[in-house]
């Protein structure tokens, strides 16, 4: 619904100010490039896509994704005291934040709702408990490594190195992740 | 440094190839299998981008996202984020088909190695679609009351914006 209202405003605000800007004709004509260019983007970044669903299936298989789960475990237990007494949550948990971090994104959110029902089990019927939200809000920052979409699109439009923006991902990815979880942690001490 | 990062696509391919055949992983058929779920990718990407390309396209030829620039230009300035990543920023939490059709199209108009076309990638790679995160984990968990939820994993957001501005400045500017 929200998404229809937006859509909306913006395909209005453009006839109308295209008219007032006398670009109306290039408004009318922009509505065709726009659906082409759509087309064409997926088209153009659709072999870099693949490609990187190849290589990410390869390390799924290959065992890759369950090793850096296995790795993540100490990191999770500090993170997760409460849930980390139970297996049946902290299997699902390690394998989200690992599948997460290599970009299998297919991957992650079935493993996310497991851990996040195992945790709603172990709190107050409808509430979200600390842990809980601090896997949401785990999940809704990206820590993915390699963004592999955005550096399809960007190598799509002539980028001399579509990969360069690494540090600034990782920088900023690995701020966002603390501030969200430091919100998180100062939040959940005032209302206790 | 930036051979190592433009390299950084083909040494994953071989790392995880070297690993796979260390494990004696059946590697022909895992790639295909793989290769086949892009085009899913594909799939699910296409049909918003489709929809959403065309508004993105239009607010820019009305000339409405430039006056939106340009009004914002000075206290984008004042924080130090390019104006043209504003309308990214606020769709990223609601819609990824928005915010990719936004950072596309920025990408293609400014430049893919302009300040601006960096920073769009950057805040993109480096972010969620919140929202749909929430509704999907609290709906399967069947929470009503998410508490602080929403409002930390929004501060999370508002970082990205303003800290991959600064970042690719930083870099790039």
Known sequence: ?192 | MSTIFSLSMPLVIAAVAICALFKKTDMFPALTRGALQGLFTIKDMLPALTVLFPAVYMLRASGALDALARLLAPAMAYIRVPPETLPLALLRPISGGAATAAAAEIIKSCGADSLAGRTAAVMIGSSETTFYVIAVYFGAAKIKNTRWAIPAALCADLAVFLVSAWVCAMLWG
Request: proline content about 4%; hydrophobic content about 55%.
């Open chain 1, 1 to 192: 619904m929200l998404m229809g209202v937006i859509w909306t405003l913006m395909i209005a605000v453009s006839i109308l100010y295209g008219c007032s800007n006398g670009a109306a004709d290039a408004v009318a004509q922009a509505a065709l490039d726009g659906a082409e260019a759509a087309f064409g983007l997926c088209f153009s970044i659709g072999g870099a896509i693949c490609l990187w669903c190849a290589v990410m299936e390869l390390m799924k298989e290959a065992g890759l994704a369950a090793r850096l789960a296995a790795a993540l475990r100490p990191l999770l237990k500090r993170l997760f005291p409460k849930s980390a007494e139970y297996e049946s949550i902290m299997e699902p948990l390690s394998a989200n934040v690992s599948a997460n971090l290599l970009g299998l994104g297919n991957a992650a959110t079935p493993m996310g709702i497991r851990a996040a029902q195992g945790m709603a089990r172990l709190g107050e019927p409808g509430v979200a408990s600390d842990e809980l939200c601090r896997l949401v809000v785990l999940n809704t920052a990206s820590i993915q490594l390699l963004p592999t979409t955005i550096a399809a699109i960007r190598g799509a439009e002539g980028a001399a190195a579509p990969f360069d923006i690494l540090p600034a991902v990782w920088i900023s990815s690995a701020v966002s992740v603390a501030v969200g979880l430091l919100a998180a942690r100062l939040m959940e001490g005032k209302r206790r």
